[in-house]
């Protein structure tokens, strides 16, 4: 891989991944690469931009991401083109999505270029409301009640199939976002490089199991006046029985990969 223009973005607030991502940045500027880093990390002979936005209007052969999957989430949200990244674990949490430690980075740059690497695509979502169409989403959009004295009827239309029942809210879940908030309120885990969608029901007064549908356009409308959650990030509001669509997004999110693995993000979890 040409790495002629690279982006580093640090995870937000954090002095460890910041100092990681100014080491990064010298790797890469070592290497004759132009490098776009984030405000506040500002390195000589990088270029800074203040905003993530700024990156879409850059055509650019990599992201390198350091922090936790928020990081890389938020990055995935501001990517409208199949840019790939890598991911490097620092600071975050579990790091689910990660590929590479820090200390893997030299070893991983040197991989790149001989190009000893795969991608990894992965289906996005996005939702749309009221002529809108908001950011999309690596895991999941998530549909809530804004009303929280009242439970809320929720009518799900996929294909020629229609669901309706009282519930808290609704989670529309990718393959990657399966081991996410849809797991945790007992839905499957699917194999990431699958085209289906799951639509996992928040508390509702009848069972209602996970179900697995083609990754076709969804249609939401809620008796209340409901949120719209991207990825537990951004949020967006929806009124009254106003129709919120979730369809896949154009364009998948690439994860750059030096190691073949099976369930990546499962064994992650401890499986």
Known sequence: MKLQKVAV??????????????EVTKKFLA?????????????????????????????????????????????????ENETPILTINVGGNRGILAEITIEEIDDAIEQIIKDNFFLDKRTRVVASCGGKEFPP?????????????????????????????????????TPSGSTGHSFSLGGPILHESLDVLIITPVAPVYRLASLIVPDEKIEITCSHDCNIAMDAQVVKAAGYEETITIKKYKKPAVFLRLKKRGLRQMSKLGF
């Open 137 to 173: 989403a690596l895991n999941e959009i998530y549909i809530t009640r804004t009303n929280l004295t009242k439970t809320a009827e929720i009518t799900i239309k996929f294909q020629d199939d229609t669901v309706m029942q009282k519930m808290d809210g609704v989670i529309i879940a």
């Open 31 to 79: 290497k004759k690469s132009k490098v776009f880093t984030i405000s506040p990390i500002e390195v000589e002979g990088a270029i800074q931009f203040e905003t993530l936005e700024e990156l879409k209007k850059e055509k650019l052969d990599l992201v390198i991401t350091l922090g936790g999957d928020g990081t890389t989430l938020r990055v995935f949200r501001n990517l």
């Open 9 to 22: 973005v640090s995870k937000v607030g954090s002095k460890e991944s910041e100092k990681a991502a100014k």
